[in-house]
């Protein structure tokens, strides 16, 4: 049998929770206007928006990978075959380019990536014969 905490008679149905204070007491309906009522803690903690914020993240990462150096592939034989064809020796080109010509002869080999500078320079020699 529950009683009520205030008035003490026998609640019947379900009993109230209210706060008066610090203290939280179980009481009956009638008496449930003296305080406030207390929500039960179950009922709080409902609808999770999780989830729905996940697939934001691969869009970003597809769009940064996307950006970076804009080389063609086969910049190496492109380069060889326009300086074939203008007739000129790596080393010449070299010279004509302010650069070494091992740095020319690994551009060709595409061992290493040339900077903008070096391909501006390589195509304004080449470039009528690119
Ligand atoms: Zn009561």
Known sequence: MTEC???GAEIRGRAQYISIGASKLKVCSACARHGTVVVEE???????????KKTKLYERMDHEIEEGLELEEDYGRKVRDARERAGLKQTELAKRINEKQSLLRKIENEE???SNDVMRKIERVLKSFI
Do not use: L
């Not at 179950?42 to 729905?52: F, V």
């Open 5 to 7: 905490e205030i008035c």
């Open 42 to 52: 179950k009922k709080m903690k409902m609808g999770r928006s999780e989830g729905a």
């Open 112 to 114: 290493i990536t040339p």
